[in-house]
């Protein structure tokens, strides 16, 4: 008989603790019943080997002691940080110090292994990979922008040859003009010398008639004209123009011209954040606690609630099928009531980083800002409708929103009124999301994008570029009785994912890499539709048909 199943020692299974052993992971270094086999395997965060208990290696392979080569370590000193053998232990050099299993420590060390594996696989490798990305469609940006400097200098530089060949032209259309005039002045004085030069000649003709002629009653009427002809007309000096270049100085055409700005090289902070593995992105780790439970409710004034979203830890807006957006604090008294602009229900809100709310309204195809008490309408859209939104860590919007058609969906980035960016396909061009309306959104703390798309029966996460990064779909061993139809979504300080199941009256909770942890199924839920997590952490769930608002402990309260 095998001395691993003998009736004096009967060896259980490691997780459940009832099973008796059937397996054994050789890299997790676990026993396991026959029931735990495939929940163990389902951990795709860490690699496996199973195998059948029986050939678990019957003798524990303790690593080799360096000092005592004949020796195993089967200890760990945790003050020297090394394994030690026995023969190390009789030396007195570890006397009072803390010792733990060797195995164990090993164990230990085969998760730290498996975390690391994880955190390179999943978020540092696609990370360096998108950075590199980045810098190729940085490259292409860059040599857009020296084509389009080329443009600008040739543009310039056309514009000056234009501006001298207009200067030019005029030049030489006024020399024109003035040769004309002075040739016209010049003609002027030819043609009356001319005219007086024939009155000479005539003169001399005649003068020599008379003289040949006998007939002194002719020669008695003769009046002579020399004494007109001695007085020469004024002659009409016209003095020529002259063109005097100015000397061209070179550093004022090239100021006149304009110039480069130099390049200024810097260095800086990557704009890549690299979250921490195992849902952490604070110095501080909470862990989810086996029990949520119900730690208050606020009863609201909504046939239907359909939003939530915290303003602080203690006063939270709502709004519903209704045109009145109310803050409550958490001891059921209404604080503030404020009426939409357009008297229509909105369909969502958010608080922005300087605590001013901001509300979607499809019917006028607007965001608007409340300020004060007073509404400002801060984008509107033409050929899209705007449904829901969220306020960013940079303090920008995220907008879903739908084509007017209804044949298109996108997510809008704004700052301000500006739109900054647009996601609408994947890589390959196909849409992101479908075309319904029910689409919720929020930014998580790794600055990753995250929708609940409801026709599309998930939740679909981008990365800050828009990037497509996952789909979740609802848990595979799933025993709820609905199909996934998440409405809504948030997430909290550790980049949990959690949604609202409004179907199967539950709340999904991942990890920022869509890996399912738990439900929260325990609350007596009905039809949750929003959710919001204030800065401690606890979750906050509008129930539509109930009118009410349920604040849940979920995560366990750091040391």
């Not at 999943?122 to 980045?134: D, F, Q």
């Not at 998440?486 to 300080?493: E, F, K, N, R």
């Amino acid at each position: 008989m095998d001395p691993k199943f003998s009736a004096q020692d009967i060896l259980l299974c490691d997780l459940c603790r009832e099973g008796a052993l059937q397996s054994y992971c050789e890299l997790c270094l676990v026993n396991i019943c026959i029931n735990c086999v495939g929940k163990h395997l389902s951990d795709s965060s860490k690699r496996h080997n199973v195998v059948p208990y029986r050939q678990k290696p019957s003798a524990p392979n303790y690593p080799k002691c360096p000092n005592h080569t004949q020796k195993h370590c089967e200890l760990y000193c945790e003050r020297c940080v090394l394994y030690v053998c026995s023969i190390c232990l009789s030396s007195g050099n570890h006397k009072g110090h803390d010792l733990s299993d060797a195995l164990q420590k090993l164990k230990f060390k085969l998760k730290d292994l498996q975390k690391d594996l994880k955190e390179l696989e999943k978020r540092i490798y696609p990370t360096y990979e998108e950075i590199a990305s980045g810098l190729n469609h940085e490259k292409e940006k860059i040599e857009k922008h020296y084509e389009e400097l080329k443009t600008a200098v040739t543009k310039q530089g056309d514009e000056l040859h234009r501006e001298i060949n207009v200067i030019e032209h005029n030049l030489k259309s006024e020399i024109n003009e003035m040769k004309i005039k002075h040739l016209a002045i010049l003609n002027e004085q030819e043609n009356q010398f001319q005219m007086i030069n024939s009155d000479v000649k005539q003169s001399i003709t005649d003068l020599k008639k008379l003289l040949d002629s006998d007939n002194i009653s002719i020669s008695s009427e003769y009046k002579s004209r020399n004494a007109e002809f001695r007085s020469l007309p004024p002659k009409i000096k016209v003095s020529t123009s002259s063109f005097s270049p100015h000397q061209i100085n070179t550093e004022q055409l090239h100021q006149m011209f304009g110039s480069l700005s130099a390049l200024s090289i810097t260095t800086e902070k990557q704009g890549y954040t690299m979250e921490i593995p195992e849902n952490v992105s604070c110095s501080q780790v909470k862990l989810l606690i086996d029990e949520p439970e119900i730690v208050n409710t606020v009863d609201v004034e909504y046939d239907y609630l359909y939003n939530v979203t915290c303003l602080n830890d203690e006063e939270i807006w709502t709004c519903g099928k209704d045109k009145n957006m109310n803050l409550y604090n958490l001891h059921n008294k209404l604080l503030k009531s404020i009426q939409t602009k357009s008297g229509n229900h909105p369909r969502d809100m958010a608080v922005t980083k300087s605590g001013d709310l901001v509300y979607t309204d499809p019917d006028s195809k607007t965001v608007n800002k409340v300020k004060n008490k007073k509404i400002k309408e801060v984008i509107r859209l033409e050929g899209w409708i705007p449904y829901y939104l969220c306020s960013t860590s940079c303090g920008d919007l995220l907008v879903t929103m739908n084509s007017a058609d209804g044949e298109q969906s996108k997510i809008v980035r704004y700052s301000g009124s500006t739109e900054k960016q647009s996601i609408q396909f994947d890589s390959k061009g196909k849409p992101l999301f479908t075309s319904g309306y029910y689409k919720y959104v929020c930014e998580n703390r790794n600055l990753d994008i995250c929708v609940a798309d409801w026709g599309a029966c998930s939740i679909v996460v981008v990365n800050r570029t828009g990037k497509f990064r996952f789909k979740y779909t609802g848990h595979p061993s799933s025993t709820l009785k609905e199909s996934f139809y998440p409405y809504s979504i948030a997430t909290d300080s550790q980049s949990q994912i959690l949604t609202a199941d409004c179907a199967d009256h539950c709340i999904h909770i991942l990890d920022q890499d869509g890996e399912f942890l738990r439900y929260i199924d325990n609350c007596d839920l009905q039809y949750p539709w929003d959710l919001c997590v204030d800065t401690r952490d606890n979750l906050f769930v509008a129930e539509c048909y109930r009118h009410r608002l349920i604040k849940i402990k979920y995560m366990k309260d750091t040391p």
